[in-house]
T-cell receptor
Framework: DTEVTQTPKHLVMGMTNKKSLKCEQHMGHRAMYWYKQKAKKPPELMFV???????INESVPSRFSPECPNSSLLNLHLHALQPEDSALYLC?????????????FGPGTRLTVT | RKEVEQDPGPFNVPEGATVAFNCTYS??????FFWYRQDCRKEPKLLMS???SGNEDGRFTAQLNRASQYISLLIRDSKLSDSATYLCVVNYGMDSSYKLIFGSGTRLLVRP
């Protein structure tokens, strides 16, 4: 089973709101990722957590704040977003050993900032 | 030069056709290579990893040429359900094991 779940599926928020995206996997994967994907573009990496520690931050603005409460969960906290942050936010996970690079994606949260 | 380059297509082929996609990558230290498919408004799904010796999964065959930094995907006997965008994906390099670089994708349309 290669299932990654994400909630909510859709989110509309104003520029002054605070919201959170959630991601969960029960495959025993030790690396988890957040990506942002705009229409007709490939996914862009935002953050990587490896063994529950933040290992990569791709110079993402501080209005995006990731959190990894445990090895199965990954959150993305959103605050004071801009309309240009509207996109599909994808979570992915991969093994920490063996072939750590095969990433499995969740269905995404489609975010609209008004 | 983009780190991973693909022909954007679209490739418009009839059912039953054989179609090939190519991809080049710029980082010679890259270690792992993949093809993902992405349907419209859905998440990318891992189609196959690409190994040095080449590998096959049913109607899909992937090849890797490290010397030329070139990856290919061949789809035989195309089905309508193969219509999607195919993303060539490369691991960034030895110092950034978890970082994948995605090509912009090649769109495939299979017509009846």
């Amino acid at each position: 089973d290669t299932e990654v779940t994400q909630t909510p599926k859709h989110l509309v928020m104003g520029m002054t709101n605070k919201k959170s995206l959630k991601c969960e996997q029960h495959m025993g994967h030790r690396a988890m990722y957040w990506y942002k994907q705009k229409a007709k573009k490939p996914p862009e990496l935002m953050f990587v957590y490896s063994y529950e520690k933040l290992s990569i931050n791709e110079s993402v603005p501080s209005r995006f704040s990731p959190e990894c409460p445990n090895s199965s969960l990954l959150n993305l906290h959103l605050h004071a977003l801009q309309p240009e942050d509207s996109a599909l936010y994808l979570c992915a996970s991969s093994h920490g050993t063996g072939n750590p690079y095969e990433q499995y994606f969740g269905p995404g949260t489609r975010l609209t900032v008004t | 030069r983009k780190e991973v380059e693909q022909d954007p297509g679209p490739f418009n082929v009839p059912e039953g056709a054989t179609v090939a996609f190519n991809c080049t990558y710029s980082n010679s230290a890259s270690q792992s290579f993949f093809w993902y498919r992405q349907d419209c408004r859905k998440e990318p799904k891992l189609l196959m990893s690409v190994y040095s010796s080449g590998n096959e999964d049913g109607r899909f065959t992937a090849q890797l040429n490290r010397a030329s930094q070139y990856i290919s995907l061949l789809i035989r006997d195309s089905k309508l359900s193969d219509s999607a965008t195919y993303l060539c994906v490369v691991n960034y390099g030895m110092d950034s094991s978890y970082k994948l670089i995605f090509g912009s994708g090649t769109r495939l349309l299979v017509r009846p």
